[in-house]
């Protein structure tokens, strides 16, 4: 059982498409994380959000609590944001994190 | 520097070996974790810690153990290393919250 999914499991756009990721969530979280792998293997987290909207740069996050449901968005992509996305969310206790499978983006220039 | 270090990066080791995988942060942060990642499959929970005097078992704490040496430093030890220990293994922090998720830059360990 996974409280946490995200689609697509891939996805292949090129250069300068509007790419959109999707994850849902069966519990109740007090946030949600947006994070990035590239390969070699770092992860970096690119949004927190418990509720609305967040942009940063060429990248928007978006949560909607009633539907279990967050999205995040690159415009104008980049070979450069090649990477996987992760999705984690945050029990509602505060203590637990569950993580997607990730998101694995390939931009072709 | 890096806020959140971990050695080391990568290690090759026999079955039956102990290993420590270290890590150590900068940030302050109370709250530290150690993943495992596997392909196909989501981040997994080894243990984590809340303080020194805190630690608590994740979903798939057999076969490994851990130590608080300090607010900074967390230590994950494989006792005697098997080969589906072979994984990409993450050390984390995070300030009480609504405190972000810091990553270190990951430990490859393959056991043979």
């Known amino acids: 059982k996974n409280e946490v999914e995200q689609s697509p499991q891939n996805l292949t756009a090129q250069e300068g498409e509007f790419i959109t990721i999707n994850c849902s969530y069966s519990?109740?979280?007090?946030?949600l994380h947006w994070l990035q792998q590239h390969p070699g293997g770092g992860i970096v987290s690119l949004f927190m959000l418990s509720s609305g909207k967040k942009k940063h740069g060429r990248l928007i996050a978006t949560i909607n609590i009633q539907e279990k449901h967050s999205s995040l968005h690159i415009t104008a992509s980049h070979p450069r944001d090649s990477a996987v996305y992760i999705c984690a969310v945050i029990g509602g206790t505060g203590n637990q994190f569950y993580f997607g499978t990730g998101t694995s983006l390939t931009v072709i220039p | 520097d890096a806020d959140v270090t971990q050695t080391p990066r990568n290690r090759i080791t026999k079955t039956g070996k102990r290993i420590m995988l270290e890590c150590s942060q900068t940030?302050?942060?109370?709250?530290m974790y150690w993943y495992r990642q596997d392909p196909g499959l989501g981040l997994r929970l080894i243990y984590y810690?809340?303080?020194?005097?805190?630690?608590n078992k994740g979903e798939i704490s057999d076969g490994y153990s851990v130590s608080r040496q300090a607010q900074a430093k967390f230590s994950l030890s494989l006792e005697s290393a098997i080969p589906n220990q072979t994984a990409l293994y993450f050390c984390?922090?995070?300030?009480?919250?609504?405190?972000?998720?810091?990553f270190g830059e990951g430990s490859r360990l393959t056991v043979l």
């Open positions: 519990v109740g979280i007090s946030a």
């Open positions: 984390a922090t995070r300030s009480s919250p609504p405190g972000e998720l810091f």
């Open positions: 810690s809340f303080d020194v005097k805190d630690i």
């Open positions: 940030k302050g942060h109370d709250r």
